[in-house]
């Protein structure tokens, strides 16, 4: 039997939407729900239908009281379509939260990251990764076909964020889904804008961070530290390169497809997108 909750909010990503930002700065501050991070029961049943899962979920999302329940975990959905029908299948009331980003970021995200197409896939030349994953790259960023699919079965409960026009200011994120939730807002008092300056530049690879350490160690922190920030400053300018190299490659490889189906997208959520969704726009 599905559960019949149906205050029941789950933010399924996706993967590399700033969804690290809202589960350990966000979620958690929340006042008047219950939060699961990382909800493993509900990821493996809807990932691998383990039935016997059925009577654990049902156990923990039960409460006696009538508080919002949040769940987010961003490998609920893994491009597979039977998973979100899993999902349907026991959550059949729930309202959901996806978050979008324009896919060209994203894919490169996902490579500079080593997920979304397995652990090893960053070991491979970024032109080799979009060609061996092509169908994967695909189904995991066809956007208007992921929302089309959550509107049949969730119908109207389906909220989408795009990541572009709340990467810098969660406030604006937050807002809507503590409106969305009904819930007053924050655990403590302190403005959740302190923490819009968190790192999302996936460009930046400060890879002189043990350069430091061991600097502090020898007590040569204070007198080396100008050539360090130097040499931190060629390292990101090199990876900001490699990057819109890369982004570049996948707009020729994927651009065509894209602009069709952020098109769509556009239509479904009857709204302009942001320029970075369309092909004719360089980072």
């Known amino acids: 039997m599905p559960i019949k909750k149906e205050n029941i909010f789950i933010h399924i990503g996706l993967e590399r939407t700033g969804t690290t930002n809202l589960q350990h700065n966000y979620f958690p501050r929340l006042e008047g729900i219950r939060y ?34 949040l769940i987010s975990n961003e490998g609920l959905f893994d491009g597979n379509a039977e998973s979100i029908w899993r999902l349907k299948e026991i ?10 980003r324009n896919q060209y970021d994203r894919i490169f995200s996902l490579y500079s990251r ?23 790259i695909i189904n995991h960023n066809s956007y208007a076909s992921i929302v089309s699919l959550l509107r049949n079965l969730f119908e109207d409960r389906v909220r989408v964020f795009l990541f572009e026009e709340y990467k810098n200011d969660f406030n604006e994120l937050s807002n809507a889904i503590t409106g969305l939730m009904m819930s007053p807002a924050w655990k403590r008092k302190e403005d959740f804008s302190q923490f819009k300056n968190i790192t999302l530049n996936i460009y930046h690879l400060n890879l002189t961070k043990p350069y430091f350490f061991i600097l502090r160690k020898l007590g040569l922190n204070k007198s080396l530290y100008p050539l360090s920030l130097w040499i931190n400053s060629l390292l990101k300018g090199y990876a900001d390169g490699s990057a819109r190299k890369a982004i570049e490659m996948t707009r020729t490889a994927f651009g065509e497809y894209f602009n069709h189906e952020n098109g769509k997208l556009a239509q479904l959520l009857d709204r302009e997108l942001p320029p970075q969704y369309y092909n004719n726009i360089i980072n």
């Open 91 to 100: 959550l059949p009331n729930a309202t959901i939260i996806v978050t979008l």
């Open 114 to 136: 080593g997920s979304g197409s397995g652990t090893l896939a960053c070991l491979l030349p970024y032109t080799r990764f979009i060609k061996t994953f092509k169908r994967s």
């Open 36 to 69: 699961f991070n990382k909800f493993k029961p509900l990821r493996d049943y809807v990932i691998s239908a383990q039935y016997h899962l059925k009577s654990e979920i049902d156990y923990h999302l039960k409460a006696d009281n009538a508080q919002p329940i």
